[in-house]
């Protein structure tokens, strides 16, 4: 069965860079989209962006200046970067594997909650 | 940006009786469309995919319909572990969720 383990900080300052990590157990890194996901407290589900099977990306265009996503195919982990966080960056990070016709996400990691401070 | 509107906000239903869900989208997402279960502090979990395929290991009493523009997530016969907030999805274009949709024990 796929596991993805998330972790990272998960206490920043204004203005300081977010930085996680997802690592894919039990299944393929190679050959999916991926996605990183955010839902702030008490609120819905906001997609932040996709990284596909060949390295391309696309991001959310309200964070598109702020987000990269990558992804290590040899230790089968993918990465979300987001810079000059704010207080409206405070949110629970989910990672998630799509599934096999890319539109729907199949596989979510545990949540990892981040919470900035002004 | 294409907007899903979920209908009703709450639901308020008891053990046993029927749930419709409805997600409606601001242009068409032809069958594109995802549902998701979530309980407090979990991780959203799929339950339908392209707007009426189960996932894999969902009840048989979730089903989902729907094409174009307008959807709906049935459950039939809600049990107790039902009682959840659902999302819908779509990735037609960038992807959006619905704001969710909360089912409730009456």
């Known amino acids: 069965q796929v596991q993805l383990q998330q972790w990272g900080a998960g206490l920043l300052k204004a203005s300081e860079t977010l930085s996680l990590t997802c690592a894919v157990y039990?299944?393929?890194?190679?050959?999916?989209?991926w996605s990183w996901i955010r839902q702030p407290p008490g609120k819905g589900l906001e997609w932040i962006g996709e990284?596909?099977?060949?390295?391309?990306?696309n991001y959310n265009p309200s964070l598109k200046s702020r987000v990269t996503i990558s992804g290590d195919t040899s230790k089968k982990q993918l990465s979300l970067k987001l810079t000059s966080v704010t207080a409206a960056d405070t949110a629970v990070y989910y990672c998630?594997?799509?599934?096999?016709?890319?539109?729907?996400?199949?596989?979510w990691g545990q949540g990892t909650t981040v919470s900035v401070s002004s | 940006e294409i907007v899903l509107t979920q209908s009703p906000a709450t639901l308020s239903l008891s053990p046993g009786e029927r749930a419709t869900l409805s997600c409606r989208a601001s242009?068409?997402?032809?069958?594109?469309l995802a549902w998701y279960q979530q309980k407090p502090g979990q991780a959203p979990r799929l339950l339908i995919y392209?707007?009426?395929n189960r996932a894999s290991g969902i009840p048989a009493r979730f089903s989902g319909s729907g094409s174009g523009t307008d959807f709906t997530l049935t459950i039939t016969s809600l049990e107790p572990d039902d009682f959840a907030v659902y999302y819908c999805?779509?990735?037609?274009?960038?992807?959006?969720f619905g704001q969710g949709t909360r089912l409730e024990i009456k």
């Open positions: 998630a594997r799509h599934c096999s016709d890319e539109n729907c996400y199949a596989f």
């Open positions: 039990g299944g393929s890194f190679s050959g999916y989209y």
């Open positions: 990284i596909n099977h060949s390295g391309s990306t």
């Open positions: 242009q068409s997402v032809i069958s594109y």
């Open positions: 392209d707007a009426s």
């Open positions: 999805h779509q990735r037609s274009n960038w992807p959006t």
